[in-house]
């Protein structure tokens, strides 16, 4: 049996008018599971379908080859978005056996128009990095060295890492948890995982639920156990502390929107989180 609430229907149409932002349309799988609504309303499946086709038969919603769309809304060629996506990902196999081997790398997913099937023939693939503890720094310097200099694939179709955290800080700062946000993380592929890093990731970020009711969060137990730290990790501290400052001074004068702390890097110079939302905001005003 279903459960009917006026809520779902209002949740399927949100999801779908921010999906129509970027033009870009849902299959069922990703409608359900990215849907906008409030944890304490996650909507079962026969719930969701049965409202699904009350907005299909009301021809509120329009289903094209099993792909949710929006009456009046051109959308992207999702099938050549799709393919080049995962051309790019493959292309780029063997850069992520590469960079794995750096041993301060915790976890790599691959985020934005990669990560949503819709990049095209001038898209990067982008990626979010998550390091060991002071460690963020030096893996940020091994990293480019890597891609820039000795794979030759950094950026111009090739792999951009625009955002490092390291696995202290695993909550997103608080002042920048939003639906733009929720978005990107619930749509993230993990490329690299070690130590169960990506699990632990999701549990310090529940919040995303407030935003996307539906998506699932973790619970994991941390290990509480003091660590001794060697002598030669207090040295690795030190270097990856003046590292911190000499990169921070060499970008000084080419910083815009771009955040640069001790835990955490977002290159971000065009920053569509202001814009995006208020599109949404705009859109939903008339729901």
């Known amino acids: 049996m279903h459960e009917k609430n006026p809520k779902y229907r209002e949740a399927i ?21 990215f849907l906008i609504i409030e944890p304490e309303n996650e909507i079962k499946i026969k719930s969701f379908e049965y409202e699904l086709a009350k907005l299909i038969k009301k021809q509120y919603v329009i289903v094209e080859e099993d792909r949710c ?13 799709k393919k080049l996506s995962k051309i790019l990902i493959k ?16 976890f790599i997913g691959i985020t934005g128009s990669g990560a949503a099937y ?26 480019a060295i890597i891609l820039k200099h000795i794979l030759k694939n950094y950026v111009k179709k090739g792999v951009d890492p625009n955002i ?9 700062p608080k002042d920048r948890q939003n639906l733009y946000v929720a978005n990107e993380i619930v749509r993230m592929h993990p490329i690299i995982d070690k ?10 970020n529940k919040w995303i639920k407030e935003f996307m009711g539906n998506f699932r969060t973790y619970e994991y137990e941390e290990d509480k156990k003091k660590k001794v730290t060697p002598q030669g990790e207090l040295l690795l501290n ?9 990169q921070r001074l060499y970008m000084f004068k080419k910083v ?22 208020e599109k949404y905001n705009e859109k939903i005003s008339t729901l």
């Open 69 to 81: 769309i929006l009456p009046g809304i051109k959308y992207v060629e999702w099938k050549s978005g």
């Open 256 to 277: 815009t929107n771009e955040i640069m702390s001790k835990h955490f890097i977002h290159f971000n110079k065009n920053d569509s989180t202001n814009p995006v939302l």
């Open 91 to 106: 292309k780029n196999r063997s850069t992520f056996k590469i960079i794995q081997r750096i041993p301060w790398i915790k």
């Open 195 to 204: 130590d169960n890093t990506y699990f632990k990731f999701l549990a310090k």
């Open 238 to 246: 030190l270097i990856d502390s003046i590292l911190m400052g000499l």
């Open 164 to 172: 490092f955290i390291d696995e202290t800080k695993l909550e997103w």
């Open 13 to 33: 149409k949100k999801t779908l008018i921010y999906s129509s932002i970027f033009r870009y349309p849902l299959t069922y799988y990703q409608l359900l599971n």
């Open 118 to 143: 819709n990049s095209t023939e001038d898209s990067d693939l982008d990626i979010f990095v998550i390091t060991q503890k002071n460690r963020l720094w030096i893996t940020r310097l091994f990293l």
